[in-house]
């Protein structure tokens, strides 16, 4: 506690030039709160593995950086886990008027191990758990801005919102569902706390690219939930391994809707098989232009060429381009046959 009053203090003092324009919220001016929080981040020398116990061999309490100045000490003292990520909660946040917007900018360029503490703040807010914490009770705002700040995390923020989807609070539950909605925008299981960790287990092993996983996302591809199956789809592309692109094929072989063949050739041309290319050349002939168009994209991820077929074009010149891509595959497997020989 004597540390956040030192720092309180320090902030009392920095003069007005010392709080510079790259210093005011994103939350308040519409601009991009997660990049902005890293180049604040970037600029003040901060390294995303410090913690506090780095020292150097100086001795100092923390490691010196390039930058320099009161409010770079500030910040770089904010940085520290086991005092803002500490102290967060006991701040007089609404005592200086700049302090909410360098507060936010750090918790968002510290990013996942912020998101615990925020999500637990939000927690013991909505149960009334503060008692005598004068400074989160006067911010009537406090709650919206700690929910904004975890939806500029983004995905680092779910696993911990979609934990908190199974709480007795509707409050709780309610809040959690807007955060996670915000940074999930293309699939929505509702308040299903079941399928909401099912959904995120196969992204989350796709984002990360967990290539232990690759059996597990492949058998969700039969999934009954087509929104289960669809995020399979795009975490083994994530993914980058061939072994389900057999799978993946005979995906593009089965009479699916437009959107999952879409994704489908996405995830084949990122894993960059070309075993998917005589599939893909095929569906240069649907009558639907989106599957059209990615199949065209991911043949020409995956060969380098396009043999002028265009997805938009006439019914004629489609057909002249899909012949042409066809002599040309026969072509490299006359070649490839030849070499193997």
């Not at 510079?20 to 308040?28: I, N, V």
């Not at 060429?305 to 891509?325: D, I, S, Y």
Request: overall charge positive.
């Amino acid at each position: 506690m004597k540390r956040a009053l030192l720092l309180l203090s320090i902030l009392s003092i920095l003069s007005a030039d010392a709080l510079a324009d790259g210093f005011h919220s994103p939350l308040l001016r519409n601009k991009d709160p997660k990049k902005w929080g890293e180049t604040t981040r970037e600029g003040l020398g901060l390294d995303k593995s410090d913690t506090a116990e780095e020292q150097d061999g100086g001795g100092d309490r923390f490691r010196r950086r390039k930058a320099a100045g009161d409010l770079v000490d500030v910040l770089r003292y904010l940085d520290r886990k086991n005092v803002l990520l500490r102290e967060f909660p006991n701040f007089n946040y609404d005592a200086i008027p700049t302090f909410k917007s360098e507060t936010e900018a750090i918790l968002i360029a510290i990013g996942k191990d912020a998101v615990p503490l925020l999500v637990q703040t939000i927690v013991a807010d909505i149960r009334g758990q503060h008692g005598n914490q004068a400074g989160l009770r006067r911010v009537k705002d406090f709650r919206e801005r700690v929910v904004k700040i975890l939806i500029a995390i983004g995905p680092d923020s779910l696993e911990y919102c979609i934990g908190q989807l199974v709480a007795q609070e509707t409050a709780i539950r309610k809040t959690m569902l807007r955060i996670i909605r915000a940074v999930v925008t293309d699939v929505d299981f509702g308040s299903d706390a079941t399928q909401w960790r099912r959904w995120f287990g196969i992204y989350d092993a796709g984002r990360k690219r967990d290539v232990r996983k690759v059996a597990e996302v492949t058998a969700a591809l039969s999934d009954p939930d087509k929104r289960i199956r669809r995020t399979a789809i795009v975490a083994l592309g994530q993914m980058r391994s061939t072994k389900p692109v057999p799978k993946l094929m005979a995906i593009l072989e089965s009479r699916v809707d437009p959107k999952t063949i879409a994704l489908t050739c996405r995830a084949l041309a990122t894993i960059g098989d070309r075993r998917a290319v005589p599939r893909l050349i095929t569906l240069l002939e649907s009558e639907t232009l989106s599957v059209r168009t990615e199949a065209a994209t991911a043949l020409r991820f995956l060969t380098r060429t396009m043999h002028g077929f265009r997805a938009q074009g006439a019914e004629e010149e489609r057909k002249a381009a899909v012949l042409k891509w066809r002599r040309w595959w026969e072509a490299e497997m006359r070649k490839k046959t030849g070499g193997a020989k």
